[in-house]
């Protein structure tokens, strides 16, 4: 019922930046929460920053202060800024969002790679 597709990844030196962007399209009644995950090699997926529909935000420690999350509601899409990446932010990115149809239901994008070279 509903897809989500990331873009923006790529490879980026330490202190560089890239901009993510995850578009839900599908059928559904609205988009609630959307955020952003994160999985690098040999760890779990962790959660790198959420926002709400009415803008509130929450993000991991590790990302305070250099990535920002905001959204387009007109075009249920969520962005993610990363400023003065590190190597450690190195891993797959996720987009996820909770779309209302009958029911709220959590859904994935495929993800997007994000390199950062020291």
């Known amino acids: 019922q509903v897809q989500l597709v990331e873009s923006g990844g790529g490879l980026v030196q330490a202190g560089g930046s890239l901009r993510l962007s995850c578009a839900a399209s599908?059928?559904?009644?609205?988009?609630?929460?959307m955020g952003w995950y994160r999985q690098a090699p040999g760890k779990q997926r962790e959660l790198v920053a959420v926002?709400?529909?009415?803008?509130?935000?929450n993000y991991a420690d590790s990302v305070k202060g250099r990535f920002t999350i905001s959204r387009d509601n007109a075009k249920n899409t969520v962005y993610l800024q990363m400023n003065s990446l590190k190597p450690e932010d190195t891993a797959v990115y996720y987009c996820?969002?909770?779309?209302?149809?009958?029911?709220?239901?959590?859904?994935w994008g495929q993800g997007t790679q994000v390199t950062v070279s020291s």
């Open positions: 599908g059928r559904f009644f609205r988009i609630n929460a």
């Open positions: 996820n969002a909770h779309a209302q149809t009958i029911n709220i239901i959590s859904y």
């Open positions: 926002i709400t529909s009415g803008g509130i935000t």
